[in-house]
């Protein structure tokens, strides 16, 4: 197992997938575009009006290329595509990032130059900055927090799972582990490739000192026998719950004798989320419907667009 380790600065691509994104697609892409060599944006059938907006954006770039999809092929499929171009084109790392995430001015030089400076460095698969969630105040890590925790080597933070945006990743791990799984569509991808990336051997790292700002939706907050944060929760389609349940269980299938300590706590965490979102959620008889859909369906082991 060897890890990019050149005498030249190492080359990066940033891949960005795009689905009618909104106003934070141009921050993304003026704090992303000056730090890397390429940007390559996937684009998965947005509107006319959202596509307008995106083509305008990119024009001010000389070194972004926009791929237009005829169809929404889902968020693995188009990474792949990027991913990719980006490898066949020897780009030494890839940097994915979704349209609505936000990178620090320095964040890729700095994760890169904590990535050099770390002695168990080709152990690494997977660097990432520190997110900070917008909407989410109770989730966000301090480096402080992160500190407590002792498993850290420098500037590095050893973690168990990362989101997919911010990661930044050698083109031997992708060479090795292989791309996302474009047949879980949406969702639960990021988790997949975490744990594949793990299971070859690797160990996945934060750089607290370089930070992404990301929104992971909508909030309710209920006040519920005194009690706000035990029933917050995020409020989206209820397709979006089918996705991320079914593709949970189909990454249990895979994983349980591998990870079976990291299952059981996730299978606990997303118990309490449906648990929050059939309490809080909007039209909770609709979503109960997904919900067993999306389990039924993730024991069957079927994949893909929801039919």
Partial sequence: MT????????????????????????????????????????????????????????????????ILNDDNYGLGHAF?????????????????????????????????????????????GIIAPRCHYKDREDLNRTEEELRTTGNHEGALFFVKQLITSGNLIPRQVLEEAGLLEASYFIDYIDMEFCLRVRRKGYRLATVPNSTLIHSLGKVVRRLILGLYTLFCTMTESPERWYYRLRNRILTYRKYLLVFPGWIIYDLYRSSREIIKILIVGPRRHVLLGYVFKGIYDGIRGVDGPIS
């Fill in 3 to 66: 890890a990019v380790e050149n005498k030249r600065e190492p080359s990066v691509c940033a891949v960005i997938v795009t689905y009618n994104p909104d106003e934070v697609l141009g921050q993304s892409l003026a704090t992303v575009a000056p730090q890397v060599e390429r940007v390559i944006i996937v684009d998965n059938d947005s509107s006319n009006v959202k596509l307008a907006e995106i083509k305008n954006i990119v024009s001010t770039y000389e070194n972004i290329e926009l």
């Fill in 80 to 124: 792949n595509q990027g991913i990719e171009q980006a490898l066949d084109e020897s780009y030494d790392w890839v940097l994915t990032l979704d349209d609505d995430s936000v990178l620090s001015a320095d964040a890729v030089k700095v994760m890169l130059e904590a990535y050099r400076r770390c002695p168990s460095r080709h152990e690494i």
